[in-house]
């Protein structure tokens, strides 16, 4: 049994998802922070930890001079982006299991649609790897993450059409979800297909994520702490990180078979026996999707369908609520925002605690899969 | 085009097309055909590289249409991911192939090319004989 049994959720704070928050990054974090602190029903005084991404521009020292927390004894930052957004939860799990802080919030608040916008080409090379690729051309995450995806449509004999029946599901969840920033605004597959490709032939607009600004915080906390905490508890049944050498933080080119995602498998595998589980036992999957084809390699990979087989449970229904696995229930990062990948997880606690707007009846485990990181959430 | 920054890790490949040469680090404890390339060997922990040519014969593992570049004047390329004959795959252009006729396991063959002073290797259609 994992270690991380040790740790519950008990509180999550988000702000407004936007396009122009017309406030700082800073701001969005400290009212994302102090709406989870009260959630769990506790004070910024309980707080002694403190996890963000280390993309997050917003220091801990700042976010406690701004919550009022007085003193905190533990912080850490999670690797890459949004690939790990559940590994904050994997951290503060393992700080609370540990003894190395008792109440540990984590944050990641941006701008990511009125400030700096990740999806802009890039104008020089930003990391040595990225000498072998944006010289030829490689200068978005669109294009990077594509020249991934082609390889999988090819093998699998997919069309972009097959990529839009998942974004029109996302769009479904989010048209039923007042958090969301499609909100009232399904789209058929015709809309789907009739928008511009952004990477020909893999990618449409409406394949591709958000860019929203917004600030999201959840409160991880011992299970004994839990039960004087004010909101029903979530237990953090496993967690992990999916690391691997052939790996790369923004494609998948090096691994012997790219019409896979080893990342995931890995996580799958980690996750599936640390909490004694099978894909058949989770009720709901959180899926990151900064592109819509993201979610195909990680329902394969988590074995709610077979290789090469989920273009058809999607088109059967099986990832809609009443289907064999929900996915997105907010709409996701395409239907929601992309709060980078977080609000997927406090979307797999209101399932939990039965508040979600498209609640799948009775849900007991949810799996959120945050590509390079994941963790199964579990009614407390 | 953005140009690259060579390190000391991977400066051999731009100095290799400057030369028409295709260039694979070959470790020099175990030799293991490393790509990307890596300052220790991950098999052997020998930092010693030797190059090794290439012969520059592969295929289209997959492709892509990249438009709306970082500078926009530049024209759609075809980026290529290239599956090398000696078992290594790299980020290429495929060049001279219109885009309808771009296929998956399509046989192709580097070419050299210059942009704005800098040597680069892309790739063009090879027939099946000359990549036999």
């Known amino acids: 049994m994992s270690v991380v049994r040790r740790a519950a959720i008990v509180g999550v704070g988000q702000t407004e998802f ?10 969005l974090a400290c009212e994302a922070v102090r709406a989870a602190i009260t959630d769990a029903g506790l004070q910024p005084s309980d707080v002694d930890g403190l996890v963000t991404f280390v993309q997050d521009t917003n220091d801990e020292l700042a976010v406690m001079r701004g919550v009022g927390i007085p003193e905190v004894r533990w912080t850490s930052r999670t690797p890459f982006g949004g690939g790990g957004a559940s590994a904050t939860i994997e951290h503060a799990a393992a700080a609370v299991a540990s003894g190395a802080a008792e109440v540990v919030v984590v944050y990641r608040a941006f701008n990511e649609r009125s400030g700096h916008r990740f999806g802009q080409p890039g104008s020089q090379v930003s990391a040595p790897i990225m000498n072998l690729h944006m010289p030829f051309g490689l200068d978005t995450p669109a294009k990077m993450y594509s020249l991934w995806f082609q390889r999988y449509m090819h093998v699998y004999g997919l069309t972009n059409e097959d990529f839009g ?10 048209a039923n979800n007042p958090n ?7 789209i058929t597959l015709a809309d789907h297909q009739a928008s511009r490709w952004i990477v020909e032939p893999i990618l449409r607009l409406l394949d591709c994520c958000q860019e929203s600004d917004g600030g999201v915080a959840i409160v991880v906390t011992t299970p004994e702490r839990a039960r004087d905490c004010a909101s029903a508890s979530v237990v953090v049944s496993a967690a992990t990180q999916g690391n691997t050498m052939s790996g790369e933080v923004l494609f998948n080119y090096y691994h012997d078979d790219i019409t896979t995602f080893p990342e995931a498998d890995y ?3 980690q996750l599936y026996g640390d909490a004694g589980l099978a894909p058949a036992d989770i009720d709901v999957a959180m899926i990151y999707e900064n592109f819509s084809p993201v979610v195909f390699y990680q329902l394969e990979a988590y ?25 997105n229930t907010n709409g996701g990062l395409l239907g929601e925002a992309y709060i980078h990948g977080m609000n997927n997880l406090i979307e797999g606690v209101r399932q939990l605690r039965g508040e979600s707007c498209n609640q799948v009846p009775d849900a007991q485990h949810v799996l959120v899969a945050a590509g390079r990181s994941a963790v199964i959430l579990e009614r407390g | 085009m953005i140009p690259p920054r060579p390190t000391p890790d991977d400066a051999y490949l731009w100095e290799g097309a400057a030369e028409g040469r295709l260039l694979a680090r070959e470790c020099a404890g175990c030799g293991t055909l490393q790509h990307p390339p890596t300052p220790m060997c991950g098999a052997c922990g020998s930092t010693e590289w030797t190059v090794r040519d290439l012969s520059g014969r592969g ?4 492709w892509i249409v990249s438009r709306h570049p970082s500078r926009p004047d530049e024209a759609p390329r075809v980026v290529i991911l290239v599956q090398l004959e000696e078992g290594i795959r790299m980020v290429s252009n495929l060049v001279g192939v219109p ?16 942009y704005e002073g800098l040597a680069f290797p892309p790739f063009e259609a090879a027939t099946s004989e000359a990549s036999a």
């Open chain 1, 180 to 186: 969301a920033w499609f909100f009232g605004k399904p």
């Open chain 1, 18 to 27: 936007s396009k122009s928050s017309g406030r700082s990054e800073l701001q």
């Open chain 1, 267 to 269: 996580c799958a595998a």
């Open chain 1, 165 to 174: 029946r998942y974004t029109v599901v996302a769009r479904k969840h989010a």
């Open chain 1, 303 to 327: 074995g709610f369908c077979g290789r090469g087989e989920a273009k058809d449970f999607i088109a059967d229904g099986q990832i809609e609520v009443g289907g064999a696995t929900p996915v």
């Open chain 2, 99 to 114: 885009i309808d006729d771009v296929r998956n396991d399509m046989p192709v063959r580097v070419c050299f090319a210059e």
């Open chain 2, 59 to 62: 295929t289209v593992h997959s």
